[in-house]
């Protein structure tokens, strides 16, 4: 009986360590777009990688308080955004999907929040501007 509490108070402390939901509110840049079936990247940041037919863009998407924008190669869109539990739904009137922003941990430990938003047909990834992969 000991050790059985002994685990569950160890796995109480452990959980009670896992890094927060990072937050959504800021300004993040694209790093992919995808779609179709099989998620071919259609855009992606400049400089980064080239993917074979990938269009390299340079997009940024500013979140605040329920709202959002997208600029980038000389047009926008704006919209807006609610928490659906862990996850959020994000709306520009012509298009809507969900979206979730969670920490991305590599290989070596470290960790980059990661903003994914679906609208329509494509699949964003983003990650925080003052963040970015060099």
């Known amino acids: 009986m000991r050790r059985a509490a002994a685990v569950l108070a160890l796995l109480l402390l452990l959980s009670s360590c896992a890094p927060a939901q990072p937050p959504l ?3 993040w840049r694209l790093f992919t777009a ?3 079936p099989d998620g071919a990247v259609v855009a992606c ?3 980064l990688w080239a993917w074979d037919g990938a ?3 340079d997009v940024t998407m500013a979140v605040g308080d329920g709202t959002f924008s997208i600029t980038g190669g000389g047009s926008g869109t704006d919209g807006a955004w609610q928490r659906d539990g862990r996850f959020y739904t994000f709306d520009t009137g012509a298009a ?3 979206a979730s922003c969670s920490w991305t941990v590599y290989d070596d430990g470290s960790r980059r929040a990661t903003l994914v938003v679906t609208l329509g047909e494509y699949s964003l990834t983003f990650y925080p501007a003052d ?4």
């Open 55 to 57: 269009r390299q863009v």
């Open 131 to 134: 963040d970015f992969p060099a």
């Open 25 to 27: 509110e800021g300004t």
């Open 45 to 47: 940041a400049p400089g």
């Open 96 to 98: 809507s999907g969900p």
């Open 34 to 36: 995808q779609t179709g």
